[in-house]
């Protein structure tokens, strides 16, 4: 008897379909995120105003946004294989940041978030990246009002890798991935601290001294963006993000080409295509 009419051939299955509906509602809410993200810049205030309120209303609609996305990018695509595959990735990416936990931005996380991204599509790397994030903040109790932010950020890091260029391999991919690392990890430092910047620098109200680090409002954009940047460049910039950078830097380099051929061995295994 043959091994064909022993044993069937599992068909094989893309990880997280991105039809053309997924697609737009994931661009939809990339969309809106980011402008939830960037409300101090948006927001338009009354320069005599003495008290400023972010819009609530939107931020609170972030997880129900999320949720939807999520949803509609498992409808139909996500099976056994990949829930079991998403599953392992989400925990042992839990684990790895109930590890490291951010000390001077020491964060393991992302770079297996980067290469399960690289290895099973941008679908699957926006999934990840929200799973990992939340499992990760109810093991290290980090639940707040940040975690979607946080969560959204994540997914759009691992959908980055998904997107790079497929036809690369070898020391190339490698040094391509090493690249992104250090590119998502100054970005995502850069989104995370624009939503918490007018309550962390401070706001500046009338009567009050001068600042270059407050938000202003009522202030032009650029100026307010002039602040920003330097509230991040001195906070953040060469600390936090510069650690994480280079965590994802060293741990491409040095783990990149183990986890790469592992996480192909088990989507061979599988029977699960990337897009």
Excluded: K
Aim: proline share 6%; charged share 10%; glycine share 12%.
């Amino acid at each position: 008897m043959s091994r064909s009419a022993a044993a069937p051939e599992r068909p094989r299955t893309v990880a997280v379909p991105l039809r053309l509906r997924s697609g737009v509602v994931l661009a939809v809410t990339s969309v809106i995120g980011l402008l939830m993200l960037a409300w101090p810049l948006l927001l338009e205030v009354d320069p005599g105003a003495e008290r400023v309120d972010p819009p609530f209303l939107f931020l609170l609609l972030l997880p129900v946004i999320l949720g939807v996305v999520l949803a509609e990018l498992s409808e139909g695509g996500m099976d056994a294989r990949v829930l079991a595959v998403l599953g392992v990735l989400s925990a042992v990416n839990a684990v790895l940041r109930l590890v490291s936990a951010g000390t001077a931005g020491l964060e393991l996380v992302f770079f297996l978030l980067i290469l399960g991204g690289r290895v099973f599509g941008a679908g699957f790397g926006f999934v990840l990246g929200c799973t990992s994030l939340f499992a990760s903040a109810l093991m290290t109790a980090g639940v707040g009002p940040w975690l979607p932010f946080q969560m959204l950020v994540a997914a759009w890091v691992g959908m980055g890798a998904g997107l790079l260029p497929r036809g690369v391999r070898g020391r190339g991919e490698i040094a391509l991935l090493a690249a992104y690392g250090v590119v998502s990890a100054y970005l995502y430092g850069l989104l995370m601290n624009l939503q918490g910047w007018p309550f962390i620098a401070g706001i500046q109200l009338p009567g009050q001294d001068s600042s270059e680090l407050s938000y202003v409002p009522g202030a032009a954009v650029l100026d307010n963006l002039h602040h920003f940047l330097v509230y991040t460049l001195l906070t953040s910039t060469g600390g936090w993000d510069t650690g994480r950078a280079v965590t994802n830097l060293l741990a491409i380099l040095l783990l990149g080409p183990a986890v790469l051929a592992t996480l192909r061995r088990a989507a061979r295994r599988a029977r699960i295509e990337s897009p």
